[in-house]
């Protein structure tokens, strides 16, 4: 359901000095109302005035201006247009007809009502509140509207008025334009030009010349990866975290508080020369050392570069140089102990490998000496061998030893010294190879045998044999992490050395108070616009 809009009503009545001008004239043509009971001439009233008469016309006639005087008097006061349609609408709101907006200006001043009032500018705002009056004097029955006559003035203007009007008007335009000029070129000095010359003043006078040192430094990996690492190898992106991760270092506390520590950082800005807005107090909080360290170094990385620049500002020359070069060396270290903790963990397991490798080989070493002077034995195959060349000479012999006898026994009247002499041979050669052979698989009281002695020998060699396999191959693979643990080094790399400057390179005067002057002119305009756009809601 659409709900109409509702507008205020506005009922035209009659002023009651218009219905006793009526009566005065037909009073004065002497035609009165059959049913009057008084005569035409006796307004009823006696000699007293009527009681909504204004105080004004009872004024004498040689005292009372004319209605063309006030009006005049009203546009002498260079009322705007909006003043204007204000004064028509609270006439409006009170039920006065006029013909024009000045008319209605004087016909409201004439009830005592101030058109311009605030009072009455805010009763327009809610038109429906009325007083207490006009609500108890509403006639709610229909009423017969008498509708007026709004001839035009018969006052007519002559050109050389109508040009001096002009005249008026465009000087108090002017005047209106020189004075708000005026004041807004005062409010321009108080508010923005004021402000910009103390701090030109405080710029060019008071402000203590700081150096500024300017250092620029790359972060570099020593190779190439494999990888993806390797692709990014000679680009800003295969450094750019190590990059950040030392800016943020240099710009933390702890930075600070290490100058600090070192080279007096603190000490250095509390001197008595240094202005009182850059000078810290004795025994500054860290904070308050901080926020000026903040103001005072300023780093910047450049990630299509992959470039950290770095300046430093001090009182003199000699200090901010100082201050640069800890900041670098500072720096190295933070980059060293970036990939410290990634190269020791490489390195450790390849370490600690190499040297249980080491260790143990040298233990199987020891054993094979220990069985070596256990034994009495250099080299059982060695040993081996001269016993079974021993062997098989006796045994040869033997053989001969067998023939010659076999050769003896063969005559039919052997010589029997002979014979015996050559058995006696034989059973010392199968006692001495019998002896030679126990000694090859068995052992004895005072020593072990041959078999024995090779087998724990060989056992022994070969857990050498790998124990130096295993130390070769650990070797090999600490050299292989020391490589790799090189290839993960990042190095720091100037590309410009701090230098002192010679002259000051801060406070910037002109600069400074240009942009003094911009700022507080843009707040002035912002608060300006503010204020207007607030007034014009409130006033219309």
């Known amino acids: 359901m659409i709900t109409p ?66 009006i005049a008097a009203i546009q002498a006061e260079g ?59 509403r006639i709610q029955l229909p009423q017969t509207v008498v509708p007026s006559t709004n001839l035009p003035s018969t006052q007519v203007s002559s ?20 004075r708000n000029f005026m004041l807004l070129l005062a409010r321009l000095t108080v508010f923005v030009t004021l402000p910009a010359l103390m701090a030109g003043w405080y710029f060019y006078k008071m402000a203590t010349p700081l150096y500024a040192t ?6 570099q990996q020593a190779e190439a990866q494999g990888g993806l690492a390797g692709m990014f190898q000679g680009t800003q992106f295969a450094t750019s975290q190590d990059s950040i991760t030392v800016q943020s270092y240099l710009q933390s506390r702890d930075a600070m508080l290490r100058l600090d520590r070192e ?30 360290y903040e103001r005072n170094v300023k780093i910047g990385y450049d990630p299509t570069e992959g470039i950290i620049k770095m300046e430093v500002i001090a009182a003199d020359p000699v200090s901010s140089q100082k201050f640069s070069e800890a900041l670098i060396g500072y720096a190295e270290e933070q980059v060293d102990q970036l990939t410290h903790r ?19 080989m040298q233990a199987a070493q020891q054993r094979v000496l220990e069985l070596q002077e256990e034994l009495g034995v250099m080299d059982p195959t060695s040993e081996t061998n001269v016993v079974m060349s021993q062997v098989a000479t006796f045994e ?102 701090p230098t002192a400057p010679d002259e000051p390179t801060y406070p910037r005067a002109f600069e400074n108070t240009i942009l003094a002057f911009l700022i507080f002119g843009g707040i002035y305009l912002m608060l300006s616009l503010t204020a207007s756009i607030l007034r014009e809601q409130v006033t219309s």
Do not use: C, W
């Not at 004064?87 to 009170?94: E, P, S, Y």
């Not at 000087?171 to 334009?177: G, S, T």
């Not at 603190?266 to 901080?290: M, V, W």
């Open 342 to 360: 990634l190269r020791e963990d490489q390195m450790s397991g390849a370490r600690a490998s190499y040297e249980d490798a080491e260790r143990k």
């Open 79 to 137: 009322l705007s247009g909006r003043q204007l349609r204000l004064a028509r609408r609270i006439a409006q709101k009170n039920g006065i007809e006029a013909s024009s907006d000045y008319e209605a200006v004087r016909l409201l001043r004439r009830k005592g009502i101030d058109p311009f009032q605030r009072s009455n500018v805010l009763q327009l705002i809610n038109p429906g509140k009325k007083d207490d009056e006009t609500e108890a004097g």
């Open 396 to 497: 040869g012999q033997l053989y001969q030893k067998n023939l010659q006898l076999q050769g003896l026994l063969d005559n039919a009247r052997p010589n029997q010294a002979r014979v015996d002499g050559v058995k006696s041979d034989i059973a010392r050669l199968e006692s001495l190879i019998a002896s030679l052979r126990a000694q090859l698989t068995q052992g004895t009281s005072e020593s072990a045998s041959l078999a024995r002695v090779s087998g724990e020998m060989r056992v022994a060699a070969a857990d050498l044999e790998t124990r130096q396999l295993m130390l070769s191959q650990s070797m090999q693979q600490l050299e292989t992490a020391r490589i790799e643990a090189n290839r993960q080094v990042r190095y720091l790399s100037m590309g410009v050395a």
């Open 263 to 292: 080279l007096g950082y603190k000490k250095h800005f509390s001197q008595a020369f240094i202005d009182p807005l850059q000078r810290l107090e004795p025994g500054a909080t860290n904070e308050a050392a901080y926020k000026l």
């Open 5 to 70: 809009p509702k507008a205020s009503k506005f009922n035209i009545r009659r002023s009651r000095r218009a219905t006793g001008a009526q009566d005065g004239q037909a009073a004065g043509t002497g035609a009165a109302a059959p049913d009057m009971p008084f005569s035409p001439a006796d307004d009823g009233f006696g000699d007293a005035p009527y009681p909504t008469a204004d105080q004004d016309m009872l004024k004498e006639p040689d005292k009372q201006v004319s209605v063309g005087e006030e």
């Open 214 to 219: 300017h250092s620029e430094f790359v972060i």
């Open 159 to 178: 050109e050389a008025s109508r040009a001096s009007e002009i005249m008026r008007m465009q000087r108090d335009i002017m005047r209106r334009r020189r």
